[in-house]
């Protein structure tokens, strides 16, 4: 399964908006965790509902890379200016 065509997502956040697109319009609930570089889990919540594209506030994260991670699988990689 290609996982890349999935999910997709600011790979560089410089207005502390992650904005999260999904290749399909799903009714879906998913798991997100947002991971600091060293693995700590750092944030984590819920999308719900019927979307395909949604954005998430990480004004609160210092500058540095971070790995986002859905439903424990897709799993990318984003900085922070």
Not at 3 to 16: N, R, S
Request: aromatic share 10%; charged share 30%; proline share 0%.
């Amino acid at each position: 399964m290609n996982t890349e065509a999935m999910l997709k997502i600011t790979e560089i956040v410089k207005d502390g908006i992650l904005e999260i697109s999904f290749d399909e319009q799903e009714h879906h609930t998913k798991i997100y965790t947002i991971f600091c570089d060293k693995g700590s889990e750092i944030m984590k919540g819920k999308i719900a509902g019927f979307t395909q594209r949604t954005c998430l506030y990480v004004g609160e994260l210092k500058k540095g890379k971070y790995q986002f991670q859905m439903d424990e699988q897709i799993v990318t990689k984003f900085e922070v200016l």
